[in-house]
């Protein structure tokens, strides 16, 4: 079965620090993953996708299938990164449903 | 461009208790989504359209949940009856095509059932 597991509910980091937000996805085929962000009061929103390999406000994420990890990481933290981050996969090809892990809230302290 | 409409934004009913949600999708969005996000989890998908079309209902309890697209623009998801729990921020997303195209999600519906 298709599942998307983000092991921490909470992340706690210094403004400054590295972060990096686990994501572990169990798929059988060939996924497309991404990651989505809600800021406090703000919509869900696309963060970032893999097949594109961009980095979006410093963020990135590398696929990594060996280890069914798509793990976000920031070299240096933000207070404005704060916010609830999720990971998401996509797929079987043709309807491309997505499912989304449970979530991890990211604070970054001054 | 204007975003993802939903209405209402917080719904407060007794269980048994029928209640409908609206989403207004982007202009030109073929896809419609409806997820559900229970507190502390992520958004489950709950029904998918194309178009006015259904690609997947999968997740969708068919014995108390009904959505409809109606022209290929405007959706409703309705609830008869209720249950405690049904309480959920019922999210509504657009995206241009199915396939890898970006969700553009709406502010979602919070409803609480008695």
């Known amino acids: 079965a298709q599942r998307v597991t983000q092991p921490e509910k909470l992340l706690s980091v210094f403004k400054g620090a590295p972060v990096e937000l686990k994501c572990n996805y169990s798929y059988s085929g060939s996924p497309e993953l991404f990651w989505y962000v809600q800021y406090s009061r703000q919509r869900l929103q696309l963060l970032l996708r893999h097949i594109s390999r961009e980095s979006i406000k410093g963020f990135t994420a590398d696929l990594n299938k060996g280890e069914t990890s798509f793990h976000l990481k920031k070299p240096f933290a933000q207070e404005e990164d704060s916010a609830m981050y999720y990971c998401?996969?996509?797929?079987?090809?043709?309807?491309?449903?997505?499912?989304f892990g449970t979530g991890t809230r990211l604070k970054v302290l001054a | 461009e204007a975003g993802v409409a939903q209405s209402p934004r917080y719904k407060i009913i007794e269980k048994r208790q029928s209640v409908a949600f609206w989403c207004n999708p982007i202009s030109g969005h073929a896809t419609l989504y409806w997820y559900q996000q229970i507190l502390g989890q992520g958004p489950k998908l709950l029904i998918q359209?194309?178009?006015?079309?259904?690609?997947?209902d999968s997740q969708l309890p068919k014995d108390r949940f009904s959505a409809e697209r109606l022209k290929g623009v405007d959706s409703t998801l309705k609830i008869q009856p209720a249950k405690l729990e049904d309480s959920a921020v019922y999210l509504c997303?657009?995206?241009?095509?199915?396939?890898?195209?970006?969700?553009?999600f709406g502010p979602g519906t919070r409803l609480l059932v008695l």
């Open positions: 998401a996969l996509s797929g079987p090809e043709g309807t491309y449903k997505y499912i």
């Open positions: 359209f194309q178009n006015n079309g259904v690609v997947d």
């Open positions: 997303a657009s995206s241009l095509s199915t396939g890898l195209e970006t969700q553009y």
